[in-house]
């Protein structure tokens, strides 16, 4: 069965978007694809990651990966190594792949303290040059084009597949993403658990009730209703996903009560809850970051826990994420420096007129979630809004602090429960919230597919190499001034042509801080541990950014249906506060840099 709505279809988009210049740019694009899947052949490189290597009790030799012991069935020699940068160049120009993906390898050097034998990871990757950017291109352009995401991301994803040669779209690219974990987990998620969730505040009203009593007991205007706002995104500290969700869902009736734009509320949930995760970074990014910053040679870099201090003794210099936060307050308070044409636009009409959307606008949250359906007889009550928000955080918050890991999954889930559940005991009837449920599905089943298409085009992305593309660009003979910018530069474009800050600091990561540790030995800095952590910074904020910013950030995506804006009105209209926030932390790490390095 076929989907009567075109925008849930995207082969009657596409079909639409053929007869438009912006087809025209598909139809070249896909074509250049075609034809460098065919003819043109990859270019190989190699990642050469440094291992903490040890001895077990046994005397075998093994290195922490993904927090468990890996033990290498061979240790090569790196000078003779079949992935060694040599061997992969005289590969590509014969146009051949190489016979080994992956491999360990040892080296030794001579340094100051006598001959030290180093261990490293040799992983292989490809690209295709600059076309390795094509599917993110594609995607990115036809999105600004033609304000439709999802038949975006799909021509985004279709360029990919010619250009990997993946020419069964449905089988050999489509199912194999579907069909998985993290497919799953946004189903269940954002699909089912959520869209399910605020269908039954709709239907109770209760999200309503919620925003009445809060206007007449709490918010006095506008301006408390986005302190609010700011409040929870600060409290929320896990960033990404959750606090997007959380706030979003929580704030939303709020801010529709008190005539705040959904492309204001959207900035202020999703430039105060991404960034915050950096600044207070309780949660899984110090032990996911601190495998990728490990330099031989460098005492302060030497065990897991010396990298994780590391990562907090660079919270300080995080200014991208500092300015980000800040300028969201100020805006909470009406007091902000800079805010860009489009906003300024978007907080006068919904303020003189009411009028939460712009004109033309397509919201990711759909109508069923913007009226309430409250049955005759039923009375609507606060508390069905605020007892299961309340077991929401504390589940999501508490088992982060119990097993490391909110389990938001788990939270969701039984705030349901207990959303159809209260409701109930005071008389209304199952079958009436189930209606209510219902609506929640078809009110966010464009935003979920929107989501795993990003997340398709993703690996997509990570296949053609576009990210390994663009650090090869990236030298190592720089003016140290210069390279916290380029860092910054550079993972501001992967993380935005991705749609992930994660797998950008993994591809970053383990360029930068040897790069930045070789420039400040080579060029005589006097504080090589600040130098570090200034170009530490410049990576984390970077892709904070691009991420944040990004139409197929998953982040994006649910900032935007979770504060019912659209996502390109949400996109152009966060924009400008955000580069102004990433211009003033370039400004600041060159600054420190030629003052204290």
Excluded at 108 to 123: C, N, P, Q, V
Excluded at 309 to 325: D, K, L, M, N, Q
Excluded at 413 to 425: C, D, E, G, K
Aim: net charge negative.
């Amino acid at each position: 069965m076929t989907s009567s709505n075109p925008k849930l279809n995207p082969f009657s988009g596409l079909a639409n978007m053929l007869r438009s210049p912006s087809g025209w740019f598909l139809i070249a694009s896909l074509a250049a694809a075609a034809y460098v899947g065919v003819l043109v052949p990859p270019t190989w490189t190699s990642e050469k990651i440094t291992l903490d290597m040890v001895s077990d009790a046994q005397g075998r030799l093994f290195f922490s990966e993904r927090g468990k012991p890996s033990y290498p069935d061979s240790i090569g020699v790196y000078a003779d190594s079949p992935l060694h940068p040599d061997a992969l160049a005289e590969l590509n120009r014969q146009g051949k792949e190489p016979t080994l993906r992956e491999e360990v390898v040892t080296e030794t050097l001579t340094g100051e303290s006598g001959e030290e034998t180093h261990y490293y990871k040799l992983l292989t990757r490809r690209h295709w040059r600059f076309w390795s950017l094509l599917p993110a291109l594609v995607a990115v352009v036809l999105c600004m084009l033609t304000r439709e995401p999802l038949t975006s991301l799909f021509g985004g994803i279709l360029a990919g597949a010619l250009l990997l040669g993946s020419y069964d779209i449905t089988d050999a690219v489509l199912v194999p993403s579907l069909a998985t974990k993290d497919a799953a987990g946004i189903l269940l998620l954002y699909l089912w658990l959520l869209g399910g969730l605020m269908g039954v505040w709709t239907r109770t009203g209760a999200a309503r009730a919620f925003a009445e009593m809060m206007t007449r007991h709490v918010v006095r205007g506008p301006k408390t209703a986005r302190l609010v706002t700011w409040m929870l995104g600060v409290f929320f500290f896990q960033g990404g996903t959750i606090s997007t969700v959380l706030v979003g869902t929580t704030v939303k009736p709020i801010a529709d009560a008190e005539n705040i734009s959904h492309e204001e509320l959207a900035y202020l949930v999703d430039s105060t809850g991404s960034p915050i995760a950096s600044l207070l970074p309780f949660n899984a990014w110090p032990a996911y970051v601190q495998p990728f910053i490990y330099v031989a040679g460098v005492s302060w870099l030497a065990t897991e826990t010396d990298r994780i201090a590391f990562f907090f003794g660079a919270i300080p210099f995080c200014f991208y994420a500092i300015f980000a936060v800040t300028g969201t307050f100020l805006l909470c308070i009406d007091k902000s420096p800079w805010l860009g044409k489009q906003m300024r636009q978007a907080i006068k009409r919904a303020r003189s007129t009411g009028q939460l959307d712009a004109d033309g606008a397509q919201p990711l949250s759909a109508a069923e979630l913007h009226t309430d359906k409250v049955p005759p007889g039923f009375q609507p009550s606060p508390f069905d809004f605020i007892l299961p928000l309340i077991v929401l955080t504390g589940i999501a918050v508490g088992t982060f602090f119990v097993n490391g890991a909110p389990q938001v999954r788990w939270a969701f889930a039984v705030a349901l429960l207990l959303a159809m559940i209260l409701p109930m005991l005071r008389g209304m009837k199952l079958i009436e919230l189930m209606e209510g449920f219902h609506d929640g599905l078809k009110g966010v089943v464009l935003g979920s597919v929107i989501l795993l298409l990003a997340v398709t085009i993703g690996g997509i992305g990570k296949a053609t190499g576009g990210g390994a593309y663009l650090v090869a660009l990236l030298g190592d003979n720089l003016p140290f001034w210069l390279l916290p910018i380029l860092l910054q530069l550079l993972t501001i474009v992967i993380s935005f042509s991705t749609g992930t800050s994660w797998g950008t600091l993994a591809v970053a990561f383990p360029l930068a801080m040897p790069l930045s540790w070789a420039i400040a030995q080579s060029q005589g800095l006097d504080h090589p541990q600040f130098y570090m952590t200034i170009c530490f910074a410049a990576v984390l904020d970077g892709s904070v950014f691009g991420d944040q910013c990004s139409p197929i950030s998953d982040t994006t995506v649910l900032s935007a249906m979770c504060t019912g804006c659209d996502l390109l009105d949400h996109v152009k209209t966060q924009i400008p506060q955000a580069s102004m926030a990433a211009a003033l932390a370039a400004v600041c790490w060159t600054g420190l840099t030629w003052m204290f390095a």
